[in-house]
């Protein structure tokens, strides 16, 4: 049986109709949508995954109450957990805070998640083709570093 966000995300957010089972997944987000892409050697898969709570821009002031996030932030971030699926390796980016925030919600709801999570990379707004080819240089440096040969 499906749980709720993955029935959710199958009706709503997957427009693509798969998820992930890539080795590596590159993951580009801001506080409106995510781009998750899982990718071999050969192919890629790719999957849009939108806020449901339309556009914002939530600003946390000194001196007032809560974190400064919407309600909607950590069904968004449990969609992208989602559509990331089974991924051994991936990589968050994108502009701003929403991945550090993405990083701070699995660290706290999916640490099994959390430690698939090699990097966390600024990138302000790549095309697919840019972001791709990033997740594929990053990846073949963290083999490098770590002495893994190259397939």
């Known amino acids: 049986m499906l749980s709720p966000v993955r029935q959710r995300f199958l009706r709503s957010a997957n427009f693509y109709g798969v998820f992930m089972t890539s080795n590596h997944v ?6 409106r949508e995510a781009k998750v892409i899982g990718f071999t050697a050969d192919e890629a898969q790719r999957t849009m995954v939108r806020h449901h709570g339309g556009h914002r821009q939530i600003h946390h002031l000194a001196g007032s109450v809560g974190a400064g996030h919407s309600v909607g932030d950590a069904q968004f971030f449990d969609e992208i957990v989602a559509a990331a699926g089974g991924a051994l390796e991936v990589l968050v980016t994108g502009p701003g805070q929403a991945k550090v925030e993405f990083r701070r919600h699995v660290d706290s709801r999916h640490p099994l998640f959390a430690k698939r999570v090699l990097g966390v990379e600024s990138l302000d707004h790549p095309s697919e083709g840019q972001l791709l080819a990033f997740a594929r240089q990053y990846f073949v440096k963290i083999d490098q570093m770590l002495g893994l040969p190259r397939g």
């Open 26 to 31: 590159v993951i580009w987000l801001d506080h």
